[in-house]
């Protein structure tokens, strides 16, 4: 076999190995470190993958940097995305947009050991899975799944869900630190970016049957869901009911009184304690109300919720966040400084 040959099997067969242990990975029931390793693993499957797509169909491009070494991922992907999307306009780009999002949460996985990101991961692995067997068969003629019998096991979730159930702006549930919210941000922008561009592959899959049906979601039909629930209004009922919206025909959330703490941790006087703890000469001042008033604004950060959901003139009390707390220090010593200097 030709040394050009050889090197593009070789790339496919390493690749293919990488995507197989990527599943394993990801299916078995009880591990810990999942994700930390099944996106270092699909990420790997991608770049060998597209490296092969170079050395077999992109002519005047090379696998190899100027110093002997492989072209990195990016630099591949960007190579393949111009190959596939001058070919057909706009076929790659969501793949492309997969493969990014998935490449963001690796390199900044550190970040994000505060926050319960599963759903988010696996929707864009599920998806980049996908894609993959897609990919092979179409560019290698490699069915993966038909000659390894390979099936996709969702475990380790509690299903069913739906991509909108998460990606909507209320998400204080699953993601308290700056840096976990803007990657769930990331993820919402690159949907709405490929919608403006008229492209419905989408980056993320959800799963509406257990183990029945996969539910290809269309861009367009993701940002209507996100949009009607990120823009309704909230009550919570006394035990166990949230709504969002008063629309009878919206989705309804249940939630316990535990379940509603989990979330809106902290009671005012708690704030106050923490505040006192964690913010350098903290006082009640003014700036601590200003603040206080612009977090309240935001219902990741806080709710006010009433203690008898049927009486309308019952009293009400306000419940805050993890993300409340970091927001309120960061806006306290901002302003309290500007106060000081002015």
């Known amino acids: 076999m030709a040394k050009h040959k050889m090197v593009q099997s ?45 050395k077999k169909w992109i ?37 492309r947009r997969n493969i990014e999002e998935i490449e963001i949460y690796r390199n900044g996985i550190t970040h994000f050991y505060c926050d319960e990101l599963e759903p988010y991961i696996f929707m864009l692995v599920a998806r980049s899975a996908l ?4 990919f092979m068969k179409a560019h290698f003629s490699k069915d993966i799944m038909s000659d390894e019998g390979l099936f996709i096991l969702p475990l380790g979730f509690k299903l069913p869900f739906l991509p909108e159930d998460f990606l909507s702006g209320n998400y204080a ?19 709405r970016d490929l919608n403006d561009a008229g492209i419905e592959d989408s980056i993320v899959l959800g799963f509406d ?35 969002f919206s008063d629309d009878p025909n919206a989705k309804v959330y249940n939630m316990t009184d535990d379940e509603f703490r989990k979330i809106w941790k902290y009671s005012y006087q708690e704030l106050i304690d923490w505040c006192r703890n964690n913010i350098p000469g903290f006082k009640q001042s003014k700036v601590f109300y200003k603040v206080k008033r612009q977090v ?47």
Not at 62 to 67: Q, T
Not at 210 to 220: D, F, G, I, P
């Open 10 to 54: 070789n790339l496919v067969k390493n690749s293919i190995s990488a995507y197989f242990a990527a599943i394993e990975i990801h299916n078995k029931p009880n591990i810990s470190y999942r994700y930390e390793t099944v996106t270092l693993l699909i990420l790997n499957a991608w770049e060998l993958a597209l490296k092969a797509y170079i």
């Open 131 to 134: 894609n993959y067997v897609e």
């Open 173 to 191: 549930k699953y993601a308290s630190t700056p840096e976990s919210q803007e990657f769930i941000k990331g993820i919402v922008k690159t949907i």
């Open 296 to 342: 309240e604004e935001d219902i990741n950060c806080a709710y006010k919720r009433s203690l008898d959901k049927d009486n309308v003139k019952a009293p009400t009390k306000t419940f805050y966040t993890d993300l409340a707390l970091e927001e309120i220090k960061k806006l306290y010593i901002k302003f309290d400084e500007e106060h000081t200097e002015a």
């Open 209 to 243: 049957i257990y183990l029945e049906s996969v539910k290809k979601a269309k861009n367009s039909d993701l940002l209507a869901a996100i949009t009607s629930i990120e823009e309704a209004d909230v009550t919570f009922g006394k035990v166990t009911h949230a709504r």
């Open 59 to 95: 002519k005047d491009k090379s696998i190899y940097a100027n110093d002997g070494h492989t072209i990195t991922i990016d630099k591949a992907l960007v190579y393949v995305a111009e190959d596939l999307n001058g070919k057909k306009s706009n076929s790659f780009e969501a793949v």
